[in-house]
């Protein structure tokens, strides 16, 4: 196979490298923890209750886009590397426009600003949904896969300053209607998750994994157009496999 140089050079590989081999001093990646500390899955796999809310855009079944996700992870199911990796269900592909509030304790995040400290999930959701009301987007947004960001994400990004600035503005919008402030609200990366790491890898596996999914993009969706979503999906979710509607937010 020959081996393409990464779609977007300002995905750093040294970055996704380090978060493979664990050169961050974690012990374990992100949201990998035994149950009841807080975690999202096991080291088996084992996808632990994680409720919440978030601001999302489901990929539609029916589009090259969908397509391409499905093509780059069955790549990653048959590789050698899929023991390493726990896969998400293809309906749940999503791309997050905005983080809600979740964990187990609920609001590790962040809190939303007027909202008591004690209220559960389905009052925030409601909270959420009232200041929901009359919430518009500007207009369709186009966006497109741009790289791999580890080899369990897609990097998207949007097409063009202006989406970039349309999109940006919908998340401070949110941001503000919400009340809830966010550390990663300038530097959050776009995405969509195909999988999420269980361990860390040796340094040559790590390399050879990116490497792989580099591949993988290359054939399956650097060539895909951008996608236009038409809405965002208010929603909620009890574990990473499953996020339910509670509100569609839509163009004027």
Same mark, same amino acid.
Do not use: I, N, P, W
């Given at each position: 196979m020959t081996h393409l140089s990464r779609p977007n050079p300002r995905i750093a590989r040294d970055e996704v490298l380090a978060r493979l081999t664990g050169l961050f001093g974690a012990a374990a990646p992100q949201s990998i923890t035994a149950p009841r500390q807080g975690g999202k899955f096991t080291p088996d796999g084992e996808v632990l209750r994680h409720p919440g809310n978030t601001f999302l855009c489901h990929v539609p079944t029916d589009s090259p886009l969908f397509a391409g996700l499905c093509a780059v992870q069955d790549g990653l199911i048959g590789s050698p590397f899929a $023991?390493?990796?726990v896969f998400l269900p293809r309906e749940s592909f999503h791309?997050?426009?905005f983080c809600g509030i979740s964990g187990a304790p609920l609001g590790v995040g962040g809190w939303p600003a007027g909202v008591r =400290? $004690?209220?559960g999930l389905e009052d925030i959701n409601e909270i959420f949904r009232e200041r929901l009301s009359g919430f518009r987007l500007d207009g369709p947004f186009r966006v497109r896969a741009c790289g791999v960001n580890g080899p369990n994400s897609i990097s998207m990004e949007p097409d063009g300053t202006a989406e970039g600035f349309h999109l940006r503005g919908l998340r401070d919008r !949110? =941001? $503000?209607l919400t009340g809830l402030p966010r550390d990663d609200h300038e530097t959050y990366? @776009?995405?969509i998750s195909l999988a999420y790491m !269980? =361990?860390?890898l040796p340094a040559e596996q790590a390399d050879a994994l990116v490497s792989l999914s580099e591949? !993988?993009?290359a054939r399956h969706l650097a060539q895909v157009e951008p996608i236009t979503f038409t809405s965002v999906e208010f929603c909620r979710f009890?574990?990473? @496999?499953r996020f339910d509607p509670i509100c569609l937010i839509r163009s004027p």
């Open positions: $023991d390493s990796m791309m997050t426009v =400290r $004690d209220a !949110l =941001r $503000d990366q @776009f995405h !269980l =361990r860390f591949d !993988l993009f009890e574990t990473m @496999f």
